[in-house]
Nanobody, 120 residues
Framework: VQLQASGGGLVQAGGSLRLSCVASGGVYRENDMAWYRQAPGKQRELVASHPYGGDADYADSVKGRFAISRDYGKNEVYLQMNSLKFEDAAVYYC???????????????WGRGTLVTVSS
């Protein structure tokens, strides 16, 4: 499975960006997708998740500002980021997890990341 993220860039504080990630190659129909981020010197953290057929969940730090959505037909996941803050600056990674059988250990795949920079 390959994941290609895009949409990062430079934005002023208070601005908005929309990230996209498309999955291809061996993607199962039912999969969970999520966005993580990693700032310099910090651990990678979960930003938002969207399990297959389930409800979205968010890190407390982005609730009310970010929205994750999916296009199941296109195997794409999006992250709409509004009211961006300096602390949102990071490399954002999309993640896909899937299982062939319910009893299987989930496979986990990562994209290469897209950089979000927030300026004053």
């Amino acid at each position: 499975v390959q994941l290609q993220a895009s949409g990062g860039g430079l934005v002023q504080a208070g601005g908005s960006l929309r990230l996209s990630c498309v999955a291809s190659g061996g993607v199962y129909r039912e999969n969970d997708m999520a966005w993580y981020r990693q700032a310099p010197g910090k651990q990678r953290e979960l930003v938002a998740s969207h399990p297959y057929g389930g409800d979205a969940d968010y890190a407390d730090s982005v609730k009310g500002r970010f929205a994750i959505s999916r296009d199941y037909g296109k195997n794409e996941v999006y992250l709409q980021m509004n009211s961006l803050k300096f602390e949102d600056a990071a490399v954002y990674y999309c993640n896909l997890q899937q299982k062939l059988l319910p009893s299987d250990w989930p496979q986990s795949f990562w994209g290469r990341g897209t950089l979000v920079t927030v300026s004053s």
